[in-house]
């Protein structure tokens, strides 16, 4: 009897394989954390903002625009002057990493495991898509990807899950199907409010945070990534 009411349970009971991953971009693929917060310390003093590590850690993840308005709002600057903060913070990052970004370690190594598995693959990212043009251009990674998708004129971003579930509807795949890479608490959420499979990789000084246990798993690098945790995940 209990074996047959297991081998009756309706098949959208059962686990999904999986055959897509989706990464993050910023922080995850590339290492233009930093940028981003030399770009804003730059711009925000122009309107007398200064940020601690701690505030800007907490708004990581955010699209810019939602960034800009958190702390206009919190430091009461007027946001008339919000669209042009964005598009200087925007355009000041795509400077800095046209000249400075690299990649972060173990990108080619994930890619190509997925690849030699034949996952489909996607990028979903918070950046504007002419940000996301740029880095995947000048780091060669078109080649790796099927679609990438930007939140920019979303009407939610990150922790919001639609640019998740866009990029999974983009390369015709089931939500359930997907596995995420994210190095944000706010990229974490959405890929789990998309019911998505979720690997974090923090950055190594917030590595130790309780946060992180609403993930699948937690590696300190991409390059440890291994058959192993893609069974026990799947």
């Known amino acids: 009897m209990v074996c047959t009411e297991r081998l009756s349970l309706p098949l959208q009971n059962r686990q999904m394989q999986i055959n897509t991953v989706i990464f993050d971009m910023d922080g995850l693929l590339i290492d233009s954390e930093p940028l981003w917060g030399e770009a804003a310390d730059e711009v ?37 002057k919000l669209f042009e903060a964005e598009n200087r913070i925007i355009d000041c990052v795509m400077d800095k990493i046209s000249q400075k970004a690299t990649l972060m370690p173990g990108v080619h190594y994930i890619f190509d495991f997925f690849r030699k598995r034949n996952f489909k693959i996607g990028l979903a990212s918070s950046s504007p898509q002419r940000l996301i043009d740029l880095a995947v251009g000048q780091f060669e990674l078109g080649d790796y990807l099927q679609v990438t998708a930007s939140a920019e004129s979303l009407p939610f971003g990150k922790p919001h899950p639609q640019v998740y579930l866009d990029c999974a509807a983009a390369l015709h795949s089931h939500p359930g199907a997907c596995i995420c890479f994210e190095d944000s608490f706010n990229g974490m959420i959405a890929a789990k409010a998309a019911r998505m499979k979720c690997v974090v990789v923090p950055h190594h000084s917030q590595q130790k945070e309780e946060r992180w246990g609403a993930a699948d798993l937690k590696l300190t690098s991409l390059q440890n990534f291994g058959e192993l945790h893609l069974n026990l995940i799947g």
């Open 44 to 80: 925000f003093r122009l309107y007398g903002i200064r940020l601690t590590k701690e505030q800007y850690t907490s708004t990581t993840g955010l699209r810019t625009r939602e960034f800009v308005q958190w702390w206009f709002h919190h430091f009461k600057v007027s946001e008339e």
